[in-house]
């Protein structure tokens, strides 16, 4: 017995030294373990001659690590132990089915602006979609292809500069496809619905590493899934999305800060501006955040109000009169091209709120009307916290208001997205500071408090996650939709197209 059991310590201790020998040849070149001591060195060698020219594979002794790593989210970051970086398409499949054989996880990083608190399990590759920036106009301009590392202010800038517009988010800073998979709302929604409702044909990668053509005539079952759970599901190398006309050549924008006093009077009349879902196609999007202004309050936070119009200051006018009548600190405007429209209203690349290298406490709510005693009550403990703990003071609540119409066209059972109908605002707090561990257990109780404000500010209602703003810990129907048919339908693409989780790093819908 003890023969057998030093023999069987033997054979482990062989076997580990051989994992551990690099480079080790598996077995038909597939390995049914981790290689635990696979370096960035052994995969460039492995990996590298598979790859085309100009991709790269680099680990944290590289110069390129700090930039390339960096997320937007820096709480419970993943343990990322390589970056691959592939210059083309064709490359993907090949990294998909390197880490395959090899047991790693990879985790598809374009902008790495995810909120999500919950990706401190991930441990393995990163793959960058960095290189693959291109956008094709398709020739009678009514589709243009775009790489899966597009991102929004690229995008904004180029189809501008050639007479189109297209659906994007509105932050200049993060990728078309984080926020795409998951739905996308930015400032063209109220007249061409989410990014998802534009999405006509994606190349995806999927867990195996086959490379798929996804449509309406070609796995019309997986189009619907990406619509809104799409980071479930697979790598989308390129998409071909719906752009249209530059209609207009300048937007117009006013942006107010106003001080505590004025709060109730703001949100009655942004109220009274939405009037239930009904906000003006070209008032396409409104945006209020409490924040520290230090030139104005060292002790209570300001309320700053952004509003953009596609069209003139003449035609915008009517619908900010109302704004104008509250007693501002500061008002300022302008009539600039679309692309500076970010910029100018506090969502541009230069922005604080694009920063990277934060801890990010993250909690949201939709609601059809803002309530104002609740928006009181949020207030008054964003301040308090901001006193008792100054190094959170790059902190922010945001509160969003978007025209609807073009979203709630949409037939709500043709994608996955599930919250057409269920919110005319969005609202999420950012509780932000540089990483500091100890700073962790007050931040997710003022999280927690927060976000509990806002629930009981609206009882009866269920609470709605919007799948980009989700922390990780929301219920899972709150994130896909309350209707079972839904989940079932999500779970059985799942066993599909992913059948071991591949893809279950960003609001996994099979949590296990
Ligand atoms: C500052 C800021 C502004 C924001 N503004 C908006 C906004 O205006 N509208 C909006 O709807 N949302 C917005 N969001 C939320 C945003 O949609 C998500 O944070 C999104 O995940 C960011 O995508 P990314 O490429 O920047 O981040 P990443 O961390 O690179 O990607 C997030 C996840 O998306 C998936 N992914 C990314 N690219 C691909 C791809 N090519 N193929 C497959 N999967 C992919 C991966 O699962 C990845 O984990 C904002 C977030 C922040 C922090």
């Given at each position: 017995m003890v023969r057998l059991f030093s023999l069987a310590a033997l054979s482990l201790t062989l076997l580990q030294s051989l994992v551990t020998a690099s480079p080790f040849p598996c077995l038909n070149g597939h390995c049914s373990y981790t290689r635990a001591n696979l370096t960035p060195e052994i995969v460039a060698r492995e990996l590298g001659p598979q790859l085309s020219r100009n991709s790269s594979i680099f680990g944290p002794d590289d110069a390129r690590w700090v930039e390339a790593t960096t997320r937007y989210q820096e709480y419970n970051r993943p343990h990322?132990?390589?970056?691959?970086?592939?210059?083309?398409?064709?490359?993907?499949?090949?990294?998909?089915?390197?880490?395959?054989?090899?047991?790693?996880d990879f985790l598809t990083v374009n902008r790495g602006h995810s909120l999500s608190g919950f990706n401190g399990n991930f441990s393995?590759?990163?793959?960058?979609?960095?290189?693959?920036?291109?956008?094709?106009?398709?020739?009678?301009?009514?589709?243009?292809?775009?790489?899966?590392?597009?991102?929004?202010?690229?995008?904004?800038?180029?189809?501008?500069?050639?007479?189109?517009?297209?659906?994007?988010?509105?932050?200049?800073?993060?990728?078309?496809?984080?926020?795409?998979?998951?739905?996308?709302?930015?400032?063209?929604?109220?007249?061409?619905?989410?990014?998802?409702?534009?999405?006509?044909?994606?190349?995806?990668?999927?867990?195996?590493?086959?490379?798929?053509?996804?449509?309406?005539k070609s796995h019309p079952d997986l189009l619907w899934a990406m619509k809104g759970a799409g980071h479930n599901f697979g790598i989308v190398t390129s998409f071909?999305?719906?752009?249209?006309?530059?209609?207009?050549?300048?937007?117009?924008?006013?942006n107010y800060v106003w001080t505590q006093d004025k709060l109730e009077t703001v949100f009655e009349e942004i109220n009274r501006f939405h009037n239930n879902g009904t906000e003006p196609v070209d008032m396409?999007?409104?945006?209020?955040?409490?924040?520290?202004?230090?030139?104005?309050?060292?002790?209570?936070?300001?309320?700053?109000?952004?509003?953009?119009?596609?069209?003139?200051q003449e035609d915008a006018q009517k619908y900010l009169t109302p704004f104008d009548n509250i007693e501002a600190v500061s008002v300022e405007d302008g009539n600039v091209p679309y692309p500076e429209i970010p910029g100018r209203t506090g969502s541009g690349l230069d922005d604080f709120v694009c920063s990277p290298g934060y801890d990010h406490m993250v909690a949201q709510?939709?609601?059809?009307?803002?309530?104002?005693?609740t928006q009181r009550q949020v207030y008054d403990l964003f301040?308090?916290?901001?006193?008792?703990?100054?190094?959170?003071?790059?902190?922010?609540?945001?509160?969003?208001?978007?025209s609807t119409e073009g979203v709630r066209a949409v037939d709500a059972r043709t994608s996955g997205f599930p919250w057409r109908d269920a919110y005319n605002h969005l609202g999420f707090i950012t509780i932000a500071y540089p990483p500091d561990a100890s700073l962790d257990e007050f931040a997710l109780?003022?999280?927690?408090?927060?976000?509990?404000?806002?629930?009981?500010?609206?009882?009866?209602?269920?609470?709605?996650?919007?799948?980009?703003?989700?922390?990780?810990?929301?219920?899972?129907?709150?994130?896909y939709g309350y209707e079972p048919w839904r989940l079932?339908?999500?779970?059985?693409?799942?066993?599909?197209?992913?059948?071991?989780g591949r893809f279950n790093h960003y609001n996994p819908i099979t949590r296990g």
């Open positions: 990322i132990s390589m970056v691959v970086e592939p210059a083309r398409e064709d490359d993907i499949p090949k990294i998909v089915k390197y880490a395959n054989k090899n047991s790693l393995g590759i990163q793959i960058s979609m960095d290189l693959l920036r291109d956008i094709t106009i398709n020739k009678g301009g009514k589709t243009a292809w775009f790489q899966g590392g597009t991102y929004d202010q690229q995008v904004i800038d180029e189809l501008f500069e050639q007479g189109y517009v297209a659906t994007t988010g509105s932050c200049s800073c993060v990728g078309m496809m984080g926020p795409g998979l998951g739905g996308g709302h930015g400032r063209y929604q109220g007249r061409y619905g989410l990014i998802s409702d534009n999405l006509v044909t994606l190349h995806v990668v999927l867990a195996d590493g086959t490379a798929i053509t996804v449509s309406e071909e999305l719906n752009i249209y006309p530059r209609l207009v050549d300048t937007w117009y924008y006013r396409a999007y409104e945006v209020g955040v409490y924040t520290m202004n230090y030139s104005v309050s060292s002790t209570e936070a300001v309320i700053w109000w952004s509003f953009a119009y596609s069209g003139s709510v939709g609601t059809f009307t803002w309530n104002v005693t301040n308090q916290k901001i006193q008792e703990q100054p190094a959170m003071n790059r902190s922010s609540v945001t509160m969003e208001g978007y109780e003022w999280r927690v408090q927060h976000r509990d404000l806002w629930n009981q500010g609206q009882p009866g209602r269920l609470p709605t996650t919007y799948v980009n703003y989700a922390w990780g810990d929301e219920p899972i129907e709150s994130v079932e339908k999500l779970r059985s693409l799942k066993a599909k197209y992913d059948p071991h």
